[in-house]
Nanobody
Framework: QVQLVESGGGLVQAGGSLRLSCAAS????????WAWFRQAPGKEREFVAA????????NYADSVKGRFGVSGDNAKNTLFLQMSSLKPEDTAMYYC?????????????????WGRGTQVTVSS
């Protein structure tokens, strides 16, 4: 059974930084897309960033461009999200997700594997 486990969330002041990690228990497939999503209370789950494992290319939501960086360690089956210049509106539960394909990266409905999330709270 595949498990994705996120870590690194916490409480930080506006302008601060956090680094999230997502570790997969097994190698599901060698390619595909690893992604981060977030969901604030009362809001829909939204795309944050994606990493395409074969090419190393990345994709970001406009709201985080220039502030967040996604990276991965394929050998360790681990995905990272470096978050800087955090804002109160970044407060949410952050989830990692993976899928075998590379199309429709921002669409959460296309991902078959999800972690349970890690909470990020940014105080003003």
């Amino acid at each position: 059974q595949v498990q994705l486990v996120e870590s690194g969330g916490g409480l930080v002041q506006a302008g601060g930084s956090l680094r999230l990690s997502c570790a997969a228990s097994v190698t599901i497939f060698s390619g595909g897309t690893w992604a981060w999503f977030r969901q604030a209370p009362g809001k829909e789950r939204e795309f944050v960033a994606a990493l395409f494992r074969v090419t190393g290319n990345t994709n970001y939501a406009d709201s985080v461009k220039g502030r967040f960086g996604v990276s991965g360690d394929n050998a360790k089956n681990t995905l990272f999200l470096q978050m800087s210049s955090l804002k109160p509106e970044d407060t949410a539960m952050y989830y990692c997700a993976i899928k075998e394909t590379i199309s429709e990266a921002p669409n959460p409905w296309t991902y078959g594997y999800w972690g349970r999330g890690t909470q990020v709270t940014v105080s003003s």
